[in-house]
């Protein structure tokens, strides 16, 4: 058996290695596993995203993809879309998310995301779709040659 080698915590790390070695130990499907994952289900789908839609009379619910946008969709397991909304602009502060990852930075996309309720994933593709198609917010900012596909999909779909 091979010795445990001693790890180190990356900075800003909000668990601890120690909970990681343990958790490694476990099957991850016991009791304590089953009752987040009930109580995530009836937080994001019965008092969350679900309650939103009913309350409100919604399709989706749309929200800037900043931040922590995907979370109310993750916890609940349902769909997510994000599309292209505008990028940061020259001025903006560089900030990190995580080690070597700079957002935001000059340029860098943003985007909408719509989140919606389970099996609606249809209706989120249909309309990200048409927000795209209506402000081909894609095309006003370009990668750098090399980046961009020689092919797109208009050039192989339906021939």
């Keep these: 058996?091979?010795?445990?080698?001693?790890?180190?915590?990356?900075?800003?790390?909000?668990?601890?290695?120690?909970?990681?070695?343990?958790?490694?130990?476990?099957?991850?499907?016991?009791?304590?596993?089953?009752?987040?994952?009930?109580?995530n289900h009836e937080l994001g789908r019965d008092r969350g995203i679900d309650a939103a839609l009913k309350q409100h009379k919604l399709d989706a619910l749309v929200l800037p993809a900043v931040g922590f946008t995907t979370v109310p969709a993750a916890i609940a397991g349902y769909p997510i879309i994000t599309v292209p909304l505008g990028f940061y602009p020259a001025n903006v502060t560089i900030g990190t998310a995580g080690p070597q990852t700079v957002y935001p930075a000059p340029g860098v996309p943003f985007g909408l995301s719509f989140l919606g309720t389970a099996f609606s994933d249809f209706d989120l593709i249909s309309f990200g779709f048409a927000y795209e198609q209506k402000t081909q917010t894609r095309l006003a900012r370009k990668a750098f040659a090399a980046a961009i596909p020689k092919t797109q999909l208009k050039d192989v779909v339906g021939k």
């Design 1 to 39: 058996m091979m010795p445990t080698p001693r790890l180190k915590s990356q900075p800003g790390s909000k668990i601890s290695l120690r909970e990681l070695i343990e958790s490694q130990a476990t099957t991850g499907r016991n009791a304590t596993f089953f009752e987040s994952l009930a109580f």
